[in-house]
């Protein structure tokens, strides 16, 4: 794949507030051929669990910095790839290069080279509308899940006021201030917290996935990945059989608690979800007692 892209300076990424993870790269995924993928990979190789945290808009691996320690803690393997287009992965210029099947491959291309079992998906906002169609797929390889404000991008129904509230944002912010937007979300971050949000992004060139992740959200019947998303549906109402936690931001204004109740309804066996009353849509800042309450209810500690 030859394309222009830019590449976040390591410099960028100094002395960043509950961040001390290695980084890891993978530069030869089949389809992605010279691009640079990041990805966190915590905890012991050889655990019987491997926890797949994949991150949402506007943000990165840095979402899943309280939840991590917890699951390694645990005696657990955590992996938590950048996009492309985020974090410490490499970010094609064009916004026509970010396409649903192009974010969904990358992940599989991860799990296949990375050679990942016994996967518990872990997943918010497009982690989980990407994530979510891949374990009908790969069904042998994933026996958990924990759901944080997410949903299917099935096409069949209206987007609501939130989301197109939130994609109007998005589209007149080509240079949305990404740090400021999680102070206003999560008004108990640092400075230095919401400067790392920022970190990945020096000026609105490296922003394209950023601007371009919302106008993807599948609106139509035919809109790419609305069909896969509507056999993942399916599949996990009626074929799912690993187990399930959910948690729900009690003030998210996109994926608040009558979504997450919708969804709920199609993940076959999914309990009472974890309501986070303070919480909006990152509810990952409340990640230490998301992850402890997962491990407890799948028995993992």
């Given at each position: 794949?030859?394309?222009?892209?830019?590449?976040?300076?390591?410099?960028?990424?100094?002395?960043?507030?509950?961040?001390?993870?290695?980084?890891?790269?993978?530069?030869?995924?089949?389809?992605?051929?010279?691009?640079?993928?990041?990805?966190?990979?915590?905890?012991?190789?050889?655990?019987?669990?491997?926890?797949?945290?994949?991150?949402?808009?506007?943000?990165?691996?840095?979402?899943?910095?309280?939840?991590?320690?917890?699951?390694?803690?645990?005696?657990?393997?955590?992996?938590?790839?950048?996009?492309?287009?985020?974090?410490?992965?490499?970010?094609?210029?064009?916004?026509?290069?970010?396409?649903?099947?192009?974010?969904?491959?990358?992940?599989?291309?991860?799990?296949?080279?990375?050679?990942?079992?016994?996967?518990?998906?872990?997943c918010q906002d497009w982690?989980?509308?990407?994530?979510?169609?891949?374990?009908?797929e790969m069904s042998d390889?994933?026996?958990?899940?924990?759901?944080?404000?997410?949903?299917?991008?099935?096409?069949?129904?209206?987007?609501?006021?939130?989301?197109?509230?939130?994609?109007?944002?998005?589209?007149?912010?080509?240079?949305?201030?990404?740090?400021?937007?999680?102070?206003?979300?999560?008004?108990?971050?640092?400075?230095?917290?919401?400067?790392?949000?920022?970190?990945?992004?020096?000026?609105?060139?490296?922003?394209?996935?950023?601007?371009?992740?919302?106008?993807?959200?599948?609106?139509?019947?035919?809109?790419?990945?609305?069909?896969?998303?509507?056999?993942?549906?399916?599949?996990?109402?009626?074929?799912?059989?690993?187990?399930?936690?959910?948690?729900?931001?009690?003030?998210?204004p996109v994926l608040g608690?009558?979504?997450?109740?919708?969804?709920?309804?199609?993940?076959?066996?999914?309990?009472?979800?974890?309501?986070?009353?303070?919480?909006?849509?990152?509810?990952?800042?409340?990640?230490?007692?998301?992850?402890?309450?997962?491990?407890?209810?799948?028995?993992?500690?």
């Amino acid at each position: 794949m030859h394309l222009n892209f830019l590449r976040t300076p390591e410099s960028c990424f100094q002395k960043l507030p509950g961040y001390n993870f290695n980084a890891n790269y993978v530069e030869d995924l089949s389809g992605y051929e010279g691009l640079r993928v990041h990805f966190l990979d915590e905890g012991p190789k050889n655990s019987t669990q491997t926890f797949l945290c994949l991150h949402g808009q506007p943000s990165w691996s840095y979402l899943y910095r309280k939840m991590i320690p917890i699951f390694t803690a645990a005696g657990h393997r955590s992996i938590a790839p950048d996009f492309l287009g985020f974090g410490r992965s490499d970010k094609p210029r064009s916004e026509e290069t970010y396409t649903f099947n192009f974010h969904r491959n990358l992940i599989i291309g991860i799990i296949k080279k990375l050679d990942l079992q016994n996967i518990i998906l872990v997943c918010q906002d497009w982690g989980g509308i990407i994530g979510l169609t891949i374990p009908m797929e790969m069904s042998d390889l994933f026996n958990g899940l924990i759901l944080m404000t997410t949903t299917f991008g099935t096409g069949d129904l209206p987007l609501g006021k939130g989301f197109l509230d939130w994609r109007k944002f998005n589209n007149e912010n080509p240079d949305m201030k990404i740090g400021n937007l999680f102070k206003r979300s999560c008004p108990n971050l640092s400075v230095a917290e919401c400067k790392a949000y920022d970190a990945p992004f020096p000026d609105i060139a490296y922003k394209s996935g950023v601007r371009k992740f919302p106008n993807l959200v599948p609106g139509q019947l035919n809109a790419e990945g609305a069909h896969l998303s509507r056999k993942a549906k399916e599949w996990f109402s009626n074929a799912w059989n690993g187990k399930t936690f959910m948690a729900v931001g009690i003030k998210d204004p996109v994926l608040g608690p009558k979504i997450m109740a919708n969804l709920r309804r199609h993940i076959k066996g999914c309990p009472e979800p974890l309501e986070i009353q303070n919480a909006g849509h990152f509810v990952q800042e409340e990640g230490q007692i998301i992850a402890q309450k997962a491990l407890e209810c799948f028995e993992l500690i």
